[in-house]
T-cell receptor, first 117, second 113 residues
Framework: EPEVTQTPSHQVTQMGQEVILRCVPI?????FYWYRQILGQKVEFLVS????????KSEIFDDQFSVERPDGSNFTLKIRSTKLEDSAMYFC???????????????FGQGTRLTVV | QQQVKQSPQSLIVQKGGISIINCAYE??????FPWYQQFPGKGPALLIA?????SEKKEGRFTISFNKSAKQFSLHIMDSQPGDSATYFC????????????FGRGTSLIVHP
């Protein structure tokens, strides 16, 4: 069964450092997403990406965040200068295009646990 | 993104009992309501979903009830099993554009044997 894969599974970084979280979406999907989940809290939308550009972003996704699809398979989330409050589980997800009124499922990766110290 | 309110935050049920989790939404543009199940250390996985043109959808022991006028929907887990112990998230997404589910805060379900 196709799956979304994320690396690394756990990243520890010092405050102020840049981190890049990597995701390989399902190969025939065209919509890509990043979500985060602070420990014990809800899953929060960060950004969606389609056709090589951001299609929607939340207020959490400020100038410290950026996303990129550097090649045909990877989708990355960069945090330029990490803060303690960026510590969370970050989930990548992908979905195939909607056809008509049909919704399509978003498939989630297993997440990257980011710890900022 | 509009809020999706979910309750309860945690739920403890005996094996064989019924687990009920409720959600309410505000945005009338939402037209797809999935429930996700998340086990520790894993990403959310789609469990069951409903569109507002039906009031109920059942898949095995899992049933979604949908009340469009009240803007509420709920997940019922019949004959709850210890293996159902997980965090459950309701979500909602609007029509048009990309699929971007807005999640509820989650319900931690524990089913005691």
């Amino acid at each position: 069964e196709p799956e979304v894969t994320q690396t690394p599974s756990h990243q520890v970084t010092q405050m102020g450092q840049e981190v890049i979280l990597r995701c390989v979406p399902i190969s025939n999907h065209l919509y890509f997403y990043w979500y985060r989940q602070i420990l014990g809290q809800k899953v929060e939308f960060l950004v969606s990406f389609y056709n090589n550009e951001i299609s929607e972003k939340s207020e959490i996704f400020d100038d410290q965040f950026s996303v990129e699809r550097p090649d045909g398979s990877n989708f990355t989330l960069k945090i330029r200068s990490t803060k303690l409050e960026d510590s969370a589980m970050y989930f990548c997800a992908s979905s195939s295009p909607r056809t008509g009124t049909e919704n399509t499922e978003a498939f989630f990766g297993q997440g990257t646990r980011l710890t900022v110290v | 993104q509009q809020q999706v309110k979910q309750s309860p935050q945690s739920l403890i049920v005996q094996k064989g009992g019924i687990s009920i989790i409720n959600c309410a939404y505000e945005n009338t543009a939402f037209d797809y309501f999935p429930w996700y199940q998340q086990f520790p250390g894993k990403g959310p996985a789609l469990l069951i979903a409903i569109r507002p043109d039906v009031s109920e959808k059942k898949e095995g022991r899992f049933t979604i009830s949908f009340n469009k006028s009240a803007k509420q929907f709920s997940l019922h887990i019949m004959d709850s099993q210890p293996g159902d112990s997980a965090t459950y998230f309701c979500a909602a997404s609007p029509s048009g554009g990309s699929y971007i589910p807005t999640f509820g805060r989650g319900t931690s379900l524990i089913v005691h044997p």
